[in-house]
């Protein structure tokens, strides 16, 4: 089945959008009135449709310039602003020399872009998630996960990188925010109108619209399928909001993260199962999967089921066809943060892929626990995603060891610094989050060709030649400009809960322009700990209120609505806002927003960051802060670990010190912070010469532009999956597809003849060192050998090696090497190993020898994970 897009995608939605009404006793039908605009305007319509607008500067102003105030009215969307554009106002436009000049450019602009793409090269990536980023009028994400996979399209989109994209399409979204007068949040929700988004209907080769159907627990839930043009590349998402489904199944893409945890599952099953599903339907035929987090895990089991199907494999050799295509990417730092679910409830909807797979229900549900015979543990996604995925990664280098450490449990034989987890730190889309005074100065002043090499050093080193006067104008226009909305904002959020307008005019004249402005904002999770500050008030306020060295601290996020934890923080926070001594000087910002989050970014001096180590997993806020000439304060945590560069920001220490007493550590963490405000960043920023400008600070921007922004564009991450894992699992796929699947095939036989024998292997002799009654000197030869009877097995079925360790505690071994010993003869089903090798290290230490399983196909030891230790 192929797809089809009409040439008026807007008039295809508008009038397939009918469904049957009521309103009381009448019958009614819904007609979307599709809005026309003059020819001369109609490359807006085409600019619209097309997200490549809200990462061109260009784009974003002409748009703009058409109704400022009705534009962020709007949420900054273009769909709308045309929608409503009235006959007087596009005559107007039509006679607006310059307007139209513009609309010109841009549009040849967006042309050049599509039609001059490179061609795509490599497998096809599938990439599938639950929430996507791209933009504030799109309703699709709730916080960093999103907007990190919104800019990763971004930038395949600009690359021309060969991806396709799977995700849903909410109708409510994630909720809006709002604060009451005593702090509590308030959660808004209100429909998306389809019909004002950039959304096309995909339709099959008959122009039928294209619709899928997944079974949820014996019921048969259809979801239509759209696409979201993001530049050169494709999202495609799914909606369960239509007439052919029950209320309840509507419901299922109301809400992203909504309802209870029986409808997080049904949004898992169809965005993993029903995801494929539409791929299928239109044609497309990936050869690599990406489940960015485990919300899409489920993928793997609909994979399975369609290689066995479809090619006539059998489970195991399925198996290795999924796992050899497919990558597993973590953003969780704690096993709490990862989706689990009953088996009771999971027997109401997977229990039909037993047939599928010919599997028992135990080895089902066995995919999802670390013990598949323990009845009491509840089934958790990412170790599903883990086992049908060859690759899995972390997304910065800490985040990879805590992942490696998180899910050592599934492999107990090995230690976690032996995992194959590995990492890919996350990065920022550049043109997206960098303001336009920024850019403009960078092209001129770094390269006109920057956009392209983004990741070249050697373009941001020259920002060292520029004068700080230069650097220090645009700093002062982008935080100005945000204050002055901090202003409006603040005023109108406080007018509208009802404060005291003198209290109101107190607030606002309390913002000095001239002031050091720390910005705090992102998802209100208690370990982000956002009331840090507020350990010591006095303390703070002796900071704030030095007349002559004024400090400003914004705030601003999101808790999850179950998050009770989190909406007390904000509570807390607000009312320290009302404080008499803190009016003016610390602030909370009512529904934080891309939009908000670019002024912020932008606009602020230092982006203040501390979690609770190390359950950042990377953290991107503070790598928008830098490419903007941003400073971060920021715990050693996530991606801040691998930025900090010293003299180009602060940072508290990666370690704890009481590390099972956070009271106290908390406390040391906020005295930390005051000692750094008042000893470093408060007096390198006010040392100022006369015309206002210190050279202290500059050198911090300087060095933060120069030496850390090019290390978090996303054309490093990009690059970095390419080289880390998509080549190697492009190469694997081959392997194990080519001939009918017959690797496939060997493997799946060998695997199961190894385990068949496996605990069958006979010790027959071991020597070894005498290590209990003497030690062995430093720089002595440690010599070993071992006898094994292998059975049914061959010598190089099986290696042996013998692993050091030094004990940290007593439940942790720190891996120090691990020696493979030689084969050196047979006898029979007897084989010899030996090894003789030189410890280059004194200490005492704890050694074993440990069986393993050797294939040339096995792409790493957890592949295979038997083990026999002798």
Not at 322 to 327: H, I
Not at 338 to 344: K, L, V
Request: aromatic share 12%.
């Amino acid at each position: 089945m192929t797809q089809h897009f009409s040439e008026s995608p807007v008039f295809q939605a508008s009038t397939s959008m009918v469904g049957n009404l009521t309103q009381g006793g009448a019958k009614l039908k819904r007609i979307f009135i599709e809005p026309k605009l003059p020819d001369g305007l109609a490359p807006l319509t085409e600019l619209a449709h097309n997200l490549w607008w809200c990462w061109n500067h260009d784009a974003i102003e002409l748009f703009q310039s058409i109704d400022p105030q009705k534009f962020i009215a709007l949420q900054y969307n273009p769909v709308a602003l045309l929608d409503e554009l009235s006959i007087e106002r596009a005559q107007e436009l039509l006679a607006d020399k310059s307007f139209m000049s513009n609309l010109k450019k841009v549009y040849q602009d967006f042309r050049n872009y599509l039609d001059k793409a490179p061609a795509k090269t490599g497998p096809q990536i599938a990439y599938f998630c639950m929430e996507y980023g791209l933009h504030q009028s799109l309703r699709l994400y709730s916080g960093g996960l999103g907007v990190l996979a919104g800019d990763y399209l971004k930038e395949i989109s600009d690359r021309n990188a060969n991806f396709v994209a799977v995700g849903l399409l909410y109708r409510y979204g994630y909720f809006q925010q709002g604060i009451s007068i005593n702090g509590e949040q308030l959660h808004h929700s209100d429909a998306a109108k389809f019909t004002q988004l950039p959304l096309q209907p995909v339709r099959d080769a008959r122009g039928e619209w294209i619709k899928i159907h997944v079974n949820l627990s014996g019921r048969t839930v259809w979801a239509k399928v759209w696409q979201l043009p993001v530049g050169r590349m494709s999202l495609y998402l799914l909606d369960t909001d239509i007439d052919d489904n029950t209320w309840e199944d509507r419901s299922i893409t109301h809400q992203l993260y909504g309802g209870d945890n029986e409808n997080r599952l049904r949004q898992e099953l169809l965005l993993g199962i029903g995801g494929l599903r539409a791929l299928t339907a239109m044609g497309v035929q990936p050869d690599l999967f990406h489940l960015n987090e485990g919300h899409a895990a489920f993928l793997g089991l609909e994979r399975l089921r369609n290689y066995m199907k479809d090619q006539g494999l059998n489970y195991d050799e399925a198996l290795e066809v999924v796992r050899s295509t497919q990558l597993f990417t973590t953003h969780t730092p704690v096993p709490a943060g990862h989706d689990t679910f009953s088996e009771g409830l999971l027997r109401d909807y997977l229990y039909e892929y037993t047939y599928a797979l010919d599997l028992p229900w135990e080895s089902l549900i066995g995919l999802g626990r670390v013990d598949a015979t323990d009845a009491t543990e509840l089934f958790n996604v990412s170790h599903l995603a883990i086992r049908t995925s060859q690759e899995v990664n972390g997304v910065s280098r800490l985040h990879g060891e805590v992942s490696q450490r998180m899910f050592e449990e599934l492999n107990p034989d090995y230690n976690y610094a032996e995992s194959n987890i590995g990492y890919v730190t996350n990065s920022v889309h550049f043109p997206t989050w960098v303001a336009r005074e920024w850019l403009d100065f960078y092209q001129k002043k770094l390269g006109k060709d920057i956009l392209d090499h983004q990741i070249d050093k050697k373009y941001w080193e020259k920002i060292h030649a520029v004068p700080d006067a230069e650097i220090m104008a645009i700093r002062r226009q982008l935080k100005k400009r945000l204050l002055d909305w901090v202003r409006q904002s603040l005023s109108e959020d406080l007018m509208r809960r009802g404060d005291n307008p003198r209290n109101i005019f107190e607030i606002v004249n309390a913002i000095k322009d001239d002031a050091l402005v720390f910005g705090f904002a992102r998802r209100f999770a208690t370990y982000k700990r956002a009331t840090l500050l507020f350990s010591n008030e006095k303390r703070l306020a002796d900071i704030v209120n030095n007349a002559d060295k004024p400090v400003i601290f914004l705030f601003a996020g999101k808790a999850h609505p179950a998050d009770k934890g989190g909406q007390e923080f904000i509570r807390l926070v607000y009312n320290v806002t009302k404080n008499p001594q803190f009016k003016g000087k610390v602030i909370f910002l009512e529904n934080y927003s891309m939009e908000m989050a670019k002024l912020l970014v932008q606009g602020v001096d230092v982006w203040l960051n501390n979690p609770t180590r190390p359950k950042e997993a990377s953290g991107t806020s503070g790598m928008k802060a830098v490419m903007n000439g941003v400073m971060n304060f920021s715990v050693l945590d996530g991606w801040w670990c691998e930025g900090y560069r010293p003299g180009a920001g602060w940072a508290l220490p990666e370690k704890d010190t009481y590390p099972d007493q956070p009271a106290l550590q908390n406390e040391l963490d906020a005295e930390t912070i005051y000692n750094t405000l008042e000893n470093d960043i408060v007096p390198t920023y006010y040392d100022q010469d006369k015309n206002g400008i210190s050279a202290r600070w500059v050198s911090h921007i300087k060095k933060t532009i120069a030496e850390i922004a090019p290390e978090f564009v996303m054309g490093r991450m990009l690059d970095d999956y390419q080289e880390r894992f998509y080549s190697k699992l492009g190469q694997r796929s081959k392997q194990i597809k080519q001939k009918d699947f017959s690797a496939a095939r060997d493997l799946a036989r060998w695997k199961s003849r190894v385990s068949a024998s496996w605990d069958a292997i006979e010790l027959v002799d071991l020597q070894a060192p005498d290590t209990f009654n003497r030690s062995l000197p430093l720089g002595e030869k440690f010599e070993a050998k071992a006898i094994l009877h292998l059975q049914d097995l061959k010598p190089e079925d099986v290696g042996i090696e013998v692993v050091f360790y030094k004990r940290i505690s007593e439940k942790e071994l720190e891996l120090l090497f691990a020696h493979e010993m030689k084969q050196t003869g047979t006898k029979g089903a007897e084989a010899t190993y030996q090894c003789s090798f030189v410890p280059q290290t004194a200490g005492v230490f704890e050694f074993g020898f440990r069986v393993f399983p050797k294939h040339p196909l096995l792409p790493h030891r957890q592949d295979f994970g038997l083990v026999r230790w002798l």
